[in-house]
């Protein structure tokens, strides 16, 4: 049966949050055009001491900015472009292809009753959120 990039992302779904997964992603992007903008502005207006001090209040910001909120990481994989759910499709598919199912249903049965189907697909999702996102990844305890 043909396995959809929507049944492997609620299967990664169900998965996060058995184990009670949140990530946090840094968006450093933002926190550097932050601080540039915040630089140059300091500069056109107080000179080279502005400069100074636009960097480091830019720098602050930009740091608070991308320090992340920790969300729950269905939401992520929920809210990530089609580009990159098939990233992540691409990465699971070799482990999940070989079983019989039928429906969705069927094959989150058969992951959620095998520990080891489990611990390699959530090694999968670990390793896609931490390399591809830059995510610092939480447990519920």
């Known amino acids: 049966m ?3 990039v ?8 169900r998965l996060s949050q058995e184990r009670g997964m949140k990530a ?17 502005l300091g500069g056109l ?11 480091a209040v830019g720098g602050l910001v930009g740091a608070w900015m991308t320090s992340g909120h920790f969300r729950p990481v269905p939401q ?3 809210e990530l472009p089609p580009a990159e759910q098939q990233k992540l499709y ?3 598919i070799d482990i999940v292809r ?18 080891g189907l489990q611990q390699k697909l959530t090694a999968v ?12 990844i939480q447990y519920a305890e």
């Open 2 to 4: 043909p396995i959809h």
């Open 6 to 13: 929507d049944d492997v992302m609620q299967l990664f779904c």
């Open 24 to 40: 946090a992603v840094k968006h450093s992007g933002r926190g550097a055009l932050l601080a540039g903008a915040s630089a140059f």
């Open 45 to 55: 207006m107080g000179g080279p001491p502005g400069i100074a001090v636009g960097g």
């Open 76 to 78: 992520i994989l929920m």
């Open 90 to 92: 691409d990465a699971a």
């Open 98 to 115: 070989n079983l019989d199912w039928t429906d969705i249903v069927q094959l989150t049965a058969l992951v959620m009753g095998n520990a």
């Open 125 to 136: 999702l670990i390793n896609y959120l931490s390399n591809e996102l830059s995510a610092q």
